[in-house]
């Protein structure tokens, strides 16, 4: 063997190791894992303030609860995008007459990053007749420190109509 050769070779050894080592290490996680039960109550707490603001009525406090971002995806109608159109969403939904909101966490889960809760949420008039019961998936992402609503996806319950 040419001596020329050995530091070519020492190098592709090198390599070897180097690749065949990273193979076999574990892999490392990208978000930090967090508690599920202290992410559940920091979800109801939440739940319990976005309350407040759907029986005060108030639609401002509503949408800025949202990140700036959020997209709300409601039954029987189109996504709706951001801050603004979203206030406009919950402005119309409250012109409804709707006077309260309990919301219930079922489960979480969830990273450093985001946290994924499961809930149903029932919505009631000013007389306390239940008009709304969903079922609902929110993707709760940090913003300015604060967990907040990214996508929100709900569904009803409630049978349909029946057909005229």
């Known amino acids: ?49 976005f309350a407040g603001f759907i029986a005060k009525g108030d639609s401002v406090g509503m949408a800025n609860f949202y990140t700036e971002d959020a997209k709300l995806m409601l039954s029987n109608a189109p996504a709706i995008v951001g801050r603004k159109n979203i206030q406009t969403a919950i402005h119309n939904v409250l012109g409804f007459g709707i006077a309260k909101a309990e919301f219930t966490t079922i489960d979480v889960w969830g990273t450093g990053d985001f946290v ?3 809930g149903q949420a029932s919505l009631f008039d000013k007389n306390g007749t239940q008009v709304i019961k969903d079922k609902y998936i929110v993707l709760w992402k940090k913003e300015a420190g604060k967990w907040k609503p990214f996508r ?13």
């Open 152 to 164: 929100d996806i709900t569904n009803s319950d409630l049978p349909l109509p029946a057909a005229k």
């Open 1 to 49: 063997m040419k001596t020329n050769q050995v530091p070519l070779m020492l190098a592709a050894l090198a390599a070897t190791l180097v690749f065949t080592a990273s193979c076999n290490s574990p892999a490392k996680e990208s978000a930090v894992t967090v508690d599920n039960a202290t992410l559940k109550k920091e979800n109801e707490t939440a739940n319990i303030e």
């Open 116 to 118: 994924s809760e499961e």
